[in-house]
Structures are given as C-alpha cells and as structure tokens.
C-alpha cells in the first residue's frame, strides 16, 4: 500500500470489468441503464466545443462558450436517474444533496462564463483562447477564475462537494448500486467529466494553447492536466460540505462576486480596451 | 417550405397533446406540463416563422427568448403556490380546490 | 436539391418525431418521475430543433435552460405526488374524453390553418455568428424596454415564490 504504479488505475479499472454485476431487484430499469452513458456523453459534448489548438476543435459552435454550460446541465439529469433508479434510499438522497449543489453552482458557472465572454466580445471558444493573447483571464478577472473553478469542483462532484457520492457518509451514495461494468462506466464519465471541465478553465482563463516555444496542443495539455490535478488534490485538504453549507456560500458570498467581477471586467473593457 | 410545413405540423401536435394534459390532468404539477408543452409548442411555431418567413427581423427571437422567460416565471411561481397548498392541505390535487376557503 | 434542404427538413422531422413521442410519454406513464424525465427529453428535442431551424443561440439556451427546470420538476414531483414511483397504478385523470376532444380539435384545427394558408417564399438566414450578434443588438437597442421589464418581472416572480413558499414564523 502506498506506492504510487503507473498500472494501478489500469489494473483496478480492469478488475472492475471482471466483477460480479449486481442490480437492485425493483429499480427503474431506464434511467439505471442509461444514466452512466449520459454522464459520459454529457461530458463528452462538452469536450467537443473545446479547442486543443487553433484547428483541432471537435465542433467550432458559433455558441460554444455558451454550449459547455448547456452540456454541463445534463450531469444533473444523469445524477438525478442514477439518484432516483435503484430504488435505494442512499441514492436517492444522494441524488438530491446534488440537486442542492446545482442550484448553488449552476449560477457561478455562467456568470464567470459571461465575464469571460465580455472580454473576447463572441462565444466562439477559439476566440475566447485568442482574446488572452495579451493577459489571460485568471489574472484579469480573478474573482471570476476562482468561482469558476469551485463551481467546477462541484459540477464533477469532487471533494469537498461530494456529497452524492459521499463513500463515509452514504454509504457511496449515488454510486452505491452499481456494481461491475456499469460502475466502471460511471467512474470513467466522472474523470472524462473532471478532464473537460479542467480543459474549459484552461481554455476560458489560462489561455488554452498560448505560450512561447512549445506547440499549441502541449500547451494545451499541460495546462489542463495541471488544473486537474489541482481539483482532485485541493480537496483532500478541506472537510467535506453539506449542500446546506454550498448553498449558502453559493448564493450570499458567490453570487454578489460574480456579478461584481460582471462590473468590473465591464469597466475594464470599457476603460482600457 | 417542407421544413415549415413540418416544424408547423409538430407545433400543432405538441399544442393538442398539452391542451390534453392541462385539460385532463387532475394533479397542479401535471398541469403545469401541460402548460410547458403548449409553449414549446409554440416556441417551436415562433422558431419556425422566424427562420422560414422573416429571418432578417431579430424581434422574432426576442419573442422566443421572452416566452421561454414565461416558462420558467411560470414554474418557480407555480411551485411555490403548490408548496404553500402542500402545507396547508397536504396534497396539491386541484379537485379539491374548488373553494376558496383554506 | 442542396444538401441542406434534403437535411433540414429530416432533422426538424426526427427531433419533432422525438419531441412528440416524448410528449406523448410524459401523460401515458404512471411513474412521476419518468414523466418530468420525458418532459424534459421532449424540451431538449425541441431545442434539438431549434439548432437544425439554424437558431443557434436559442436552441443552446432552450437545451440549458430545459434541463435544469425539468430537473428541478422532479424533485417537486417527487415532493407532492402521491405515488411517484407509479408502483400503484392510479389514473390520475378527469374528464378525460372532453380533453382528448379538445385536444383533437385544437390540433386539427391548427393544421387546417397550417396547410390551408399561403405562406409564401421562404428566406435565407443569417450565420449563427451574425444573429448572436445581431441578437444582441435587437435587444440592445430596439427591445431595450421589453427586456428590461422581463427583468423587473423575474425580480418580482422571485420575491413573490420566496414569500408564498416560506413557512410563517410563529411570532
């Protein structure tokens, strides 16, 4: 125990395919099946609208900025079905703390979205990577950056917001029937989902493929593997938050920041640009 | 044309099926579905005569941003209204609603 | 023919199939909260739509928005119906002959409009760029007014749910 392998997360993701399949007796057979793929797909569509380098986008979406959000909205349909399929008690009150999450979150993933918009004048993700060719947004519109990327956190529902999949408190909570391949399906489309949403921090405030003497795509790379790396570490250090709590700071504290960063990023335009 | 002739056609099917449910529908949420799929029913009708007949006039969407606005208005006010009778009776079906006592 | 025409109208074809079976499937299913799950699949079909009618902006919004309400109508579903698991196999439906008449007749009636009316040449649309752009400027400029009272009254729908929804103090 203890030693970091690099076929750790292979061989257990493997052992996981290997493993008997339980299926609760009286669970909605629909929304069981069908609410791990719709994670993964949810994150998937979202990936699409992200460019890796000035070419290489899936699909160029004259909305794009705008799309990630819309994509990112299906993570709460699948995690509701998942609540709500097995029929569980512990999933399903796993389903609804994320409900509590998303109406704290959902609002500090667009604003900040919006700010950023602002600055590149178009929802086009390129033009959004191009807009920070100058300055990138995390250090031109900080408060932005940071709510942003805690309103990720939640989206994925990393530690400290994750509550629906809670492995102390419920009991693995959303997640806790399934069994074999089907887990395996849903852990998949939850690291998807963490990668793209670190992969849209980077692309809306790090400047996605800017930087001197490497190519686009490394750059791209680095920079989303570094913000990933930092929302599965940064909460291993924080004690695990009742959507109560998010909920409050959420509306009362994140909120009024976010429409002040709105203002602010404004007058900047306005004033220097 | 074919195209507004069949986003129309879909229109007008979603309307009758919500006109159904609003109608048949003894439960308020199920009402309320009901009213949701008669305005996508005409969103979808608004969409479509923007885009076919008068694409240049960008009041059309306006229109559509407007009625999706209703949508939402619709259901946070409806919600609250069904959690107050919730409260009070301890059901939200509208055939006891007839009078206006409580 | 272009591609696009042969295109368009199979794609608002499949998403109008999609939306109305949806549709169809939130009244016909017993179980509550598959019902506001298939109202919500019957929304995005419909913001499916949207984006093959060539309205980008709205169909990306309808898709976001849908989602989130539907969801949302789940809960509340869950909350205040009395069989949500529709385990018990209740009909929940009154008069139900007088709506499916008027039902029937509504849409048939829509459709007499629909084929009977010359509806004349049909336009070319702006790219998606453009009307987001072009978007904002209506509503900048022109439509200032309507949107800033659809402001006013989101304001006051939500102070006005907050106040009926919250539980009297006892004082």
């Known amino acids: ?273 | 044309m074919t195209t507004l002739m069949a986003a129309l056609v879909v229109g007008a099917i979603l309307f009758g099926i919500g006109l159904y449910g609003a109608l048949s529908q003894t439960n308020l949420v199920m009402i309320m579905m009901g009213v949701e799929l008669m305005l996508g029913a005409a969103m979808v009708n608004l969409v479509a005569f923007w885009r076919f007949l008068h694409p240049e006039i960008y009041a059309g969407q306006m229109f559509v941003l407007i009625v999706m606005t209703v949508m939402a208005l619709e259901m946070a006010v409806g919600f609250a209204i069904a959690t107050g009778r919730f409260r009070a009776k301890g059901s939200v079906e509208m055939e006891e609603a007839g009078d206006l006592r409580g | 023919m272009s591609a696009s025409e042969i295109f368009q109208p199979f794609f608002v074809g499949i998403f109008g199939l999609a939306a109305i079976w949806f549709g169809v499937v939130v009244f016909r299913t017993s179980s509550m909260v598959r019902s506001a799950l298939a109202l919500l699949f019957s929304m995005t079909a419909i913001g499916a739509m949207f984006l093959a009618m060539e309205a980008e902006f709205l169909g990306v919004l309808q898709i976001m928005m849908m989602a989130t309400e539907m969801a949302i109508m789940a809960i509340f579903m869950v909350m205040y119906m009395m069989d949500p698991g529709g385990m018990e196999g209740m009909d929940m439906t009154h008069q139900k002959y007088a709506s499916i008449f008027a039902g029937i007749l509504a849409t048939l009636g829509i459709l007499a409009v629909v084929f009977l009316v010359e509806w004349g040449p049909v336009a070319e649309a702006a790219h998606p760029e453009e009307q987001t752009r072009m978007l904002g400027i209506e509503i900048m400029e022109r439509s200032m007014l309507i949107f800033e009272t659809a402001g006013v009254t989101i304001l006051t729908a939500m102070i006005a749910a907050t106040a009926i929804a919250i539980e009297r103090r006892k004082s």
């Open chain 1, 1 to 273: 125990m203890g030693r970091m392998s690099i076929t750790g997360p292979l061989a257990s993701g493997a052992a996981m395919l290997g493993r008997e399949s339980f299926v609760p007796k009286r669970r909605d057979r629909v929304f069981f099946e069908v609410a791990p793929p719709l994670l993964l797909v949810s994150a998937l569509l979202a990936a699409a609208v992200l460019p890796l380098s000035p070419g290489l986008i899936v699909a160029d979406l004259a909305t794009g900025a705008l799309f990630v959000n819309a994509a990112l909205a299906y993570v709460m349909v699948a995690l509701l079905m998942a609540g709500w399929a097995p029929n569980g008690a512990y999933a399903m009150v796993g389903g609804f703390r994320f409900l509590g999450q998303l109406v704290a979150y959902s609002m500090l993933i667009v604003m900040p979205i919006t700010a950023v918009a602002m600055r590149a004048e178009s929802l086009v993700t390129t033009e959004v990577v191009e807009s920070q060719a100058a300055l990138p947004n995390a250090i031109y519109q900080p408060i932005g950056f940071v709510l942003f990327l805690l309103a990720g956190m939640a989206v994925c529902f990393l530690p400290p917001f994750d509550l629906p999949t809670a492995p102390g408190e419920l009991a693995g909570g959303v997640e806790a029937e399934y069994t074999g391949w089907r887990l395996a399906v849903f852990r998949l489309a939850r690291l998807v989902l963490v990668v793209t949403v670190a992969a849209a921090v980077s692309v809306f405030y790090l400047g996605g493929w800017l930087g001197p003497v490497f190519p686009p795509w490394a750059w791209s790379a680095a920079k989303t593997l570094a913000v990933a790396a930092l929302m599965l570490l940064a909460g291993r250090y924080v004690p695990r938050l009742r959507e109560t709590h998010v909920l409050e700071w959420g509306w009362k504290v994140g909120i009024p920041l976010a429409l002040l960063n709105i203002f602010v990023v404004g007058v900047m335009i306005l004033v220097v640009g």
